[in-house]
């Protein structure tokens, strides 16, 4: 039944005050941006990656950040490599020491592999990329399911938001992000992999009221893009950027706080682009010639 009278106020429907957020990947790049906007609209979030040095730096800044602003928000973190399904069980097994329930699960952790076409490697080119990038979201939702789904109901569901790209529908390989001769021959079927690996898990989920959803982010500032963007520089990218720049952290806060929000508890299974519309504008130099 409808509420005949729904609050339909932005401090309502965008609300994500006091939820609990676990970000892997947390510590930079778009992980980090994330992470601040849910701790900025006073959520309690835990980042998660390998390095702790970077973890420490990142949960220094933004709970600095927050100080200056007054918010009720608190960012901690804890260390993990998700690279293997061990990996993703301790990280699950010491989240579950600290907290009874988890609102919103950010699969953020990714990484990628440039190799030559003839001579591209097996371990590190294909199996740790499909092990970060696809299996630990698998491990990692699975793990967590029944604290999502604790509490939770078709007003108010669990969450998780799966990081893919716009790479998983650019068959492109070679180009501006890598060394030339090299080509990410894996990352982008891995990243074609989340989106349906999104939806398999949207439609297992939603009986038990946990919506699953991916963000395909275009260029943003990160470690991943940081070698295309010293070499060929900003205006390469921005050239083919209809909006006239790349993604900001507000542009990757803004979605996520909506994925995690009474906004949008009827939404499950969505791959929502977010490139500025990058992939309308590609110019004939940029495909390559085989």
Same mark, same amino acid.
């Given at each position: 039944?409808?509420?005949?009278?729904?609050?339909?106020?932005?401090? @309502?429907?965008?609300?994500?005050?006091?939820?609990?957020?676990?970000?892997?990947?947390?510590?930079?790049?778009?992980?980090?941006?994330?992470?601040?906007?849910?701790?900025?609209?006073?959520?309690?979030?835990?980042?998660?990656?390998?390095?702790?040095?970077?973890?420490?730096?990142?949960?220094?800044?933004?709970?600095?950040?927050?100080?200056?602003?007054?918010? @009720?928000?608190?960012?901690?973190?804890?260390?993990?490599?998700?690279?293997?399904?061990?990996?993703? =069980? +301790?990280?699950?097994?010491?989240?579950?020491?600290?907290?009874?329930?988890?609102?919103?699960?950010?699969?953020?952790?990714?990484?990628?592999?440039?190799?030559?076409?003839?001579?591209?490697?097996?371990?590190?080119?294909?199996?740790?990329?499909?092990?970060?990038?696809?299996?630990?979201?698998?491990?990692?939702?699975?793990?967590?399911?029944?604290?999502? @789904?604790?509490?939770? =109901?078709?007003?108010?569901?669990?969450?998780?938001?799966?990081?893919?790209?716009?790479? +998983?529908?650019?068959?492109?390989?070679?180009?501006?992000?890598?060394?030339?001769?090299?080509?990410?021959?894996?990352?982008?079927?891995?990243?074609?992999?989340?989106?349906?690996?999104? +939806?398999?898990?949207?439609?297992?989920?939603?009986?038990?009221?946990?919506?699953?959803?991916?963000?395909?982010?275009?260029?943003?500032?990160?470690?991943?893009?940081?070698?295309?963007?010293?070499?060929?520089?900003?205006?390469?990218?921005?050239?083919?950027?209809?909006?006239?720049?790349?993604?900001?952290?507000?542009?990757?806060?803004?979605?996520?706080?909506?994925?995690? @929000?009474?906004?949008?508890?009827?939404?499950?299974?969505?791959?929502?682009?977010?490139?500025?519309?990058?992939?309308?504008?590609?110019?004939?130099?940029?495909?390559?010639?085989?």
């Amino acid at each position: 039944m409808f509420t005949l009278t729904p609050d339909l106020k932005i401090t @309502s429907l965008f609300n994500v005050k006091d939820k609990i957020v676990l970000v892997t990947g947390g510590s930079a790049g778009i992980g980090k941006m994330i992470a601040s906007g849910f701790a900025h609209n006073g959520a309690k979030v835990y980042i998660a990656s390998r390095k702790e040095s970077q973890l420490q730096e990142a949960v220094a800044e933004i709970n600095a950040d927050l100080k200056k602003a007054g918010t @009720s928000g608190y960012v901690s973190y804890i260390v993990a490599n998700v690279g293997s399904k061990a990996g993703c =069980n +301790s990280l699950i097994d010491e989240f579950k020491k600290r907290e009874s329930k988890l609102h919103v699960l950010v699969n953020n952790s990714g990484i990628t592999w440039g190799g030559p076409y003839e001579d591209f490697p097996e371990d590190k080119g294909w199996d740790n990329v499909f092990n970060v990038n696809v299996k630990s979201i698998f491990y990692m939702t699975a793990g967590l399911t029944e604290l999502l @789904s604790k509490d939770s =109901n078709n007003r108010d569901p669990g969450r998780v938001i799966n990081i893919s790209s716009t790479a +998983s529908i650019d068959p492109r390989s070679e180009g501006a992000l890598s060394r030339p001769g090299n080509g990410t021959w894996s990352y982008q079927p891995s990243k074609a992999a989340v989106n349906h690996l999104t +939806s398999q898990l949207a439609l297992k989920l939603a009986p038990r009221h946990v919506t699953v959803n991916a963000i395909l982010p275009g260029v943003f500032p990160s470690k991943m893009t940081a070698f295309g963007l010293q070499t060929a520089g900003d205006a390469t990218f921005v050239a083919n950027q209809p909006t006239g720049r790349y993604g900001s952290i507000e542009d990757m806060a803004g979605m996520s706080l909506f994925l995690a @929000s009474p906004a949008s508890s009827h939404v499950t299974g969505a791959h929502i682009m977010l490139d500025g519309g990058a992939r309308y504008n590609v110019r004939p130099e940029q495909v390559t010639k085989l």
